[in-house]
């Protein structure tokens, strides 16, 4: 993975624990927000696919980008940043979504082998998926 591979892949494992599940007093959390938990299973794919496909890289500009997005999402449905932060080291919540990308990947032919992350790439890549708009074929 190349350095900025990495450094989007810390970043998203930051934003992902932070938005998602918020310890807001309201009866709603981000866990119910099919938004950011949709979006946040996109870039855990994409993230998953670069990171054992060799031939697919993530886009990290599009990545931050989209991130961004996400948060301005969870904002936009009253979440606060601290609400937000207040979840960064939720460790259960990131294996939840992680276990949500990793069960689609399967379901789509993902077997573990880098031929089966590559195929999958390629096929969210050409079907214009959110997580396909995230990484390029190098």
């Known amino acids: 993975m190349t350095h900025a591979g990495k450094m989007l892949g810390g970043a998203v494992i930051a934003v992902m624990l932070a938005m998602g599940f918020s310890g807001a007093a309201a009866a709603k959390s981000l866990a119910d927000s099919k938004a950011v938990n949709s979006g946040l299973i996109s870039v855990g794919i994409a993230l998953e696919i670069a990171e054992k496909c060799p031939d697919i890289s993530t886009r990290t500009i599009k990545g931050y980008g989209f991130l961004n997005a996400l948060k301005r999402q969870a904002r936009s449905e009253g ?3 601290d609400e ?4 960064v080291d939720d460790k259960a919540q990131k294996e939840r979504l992680i276990g949500k990308a990793r069960a689609y990947m399967r379901s789509k032919g993902a077997d ?11 096929e969210e890549i050409a079907a214009g998926t959110q997580a396909g708009g995230l990484m390029r074929a190098k």
Do not use: E, P, V
């Not at 880098?114 to 790439?121: E, I, M, R, V």
């Open 112 to 122: 573990g082998s880098a031929a089966s992350y590559c195929k999958l790439g390629r």
């Open 79 to 81: 979440f606060s940043d």
């Open 84 to 87: 937000i932060d207040a979840y």
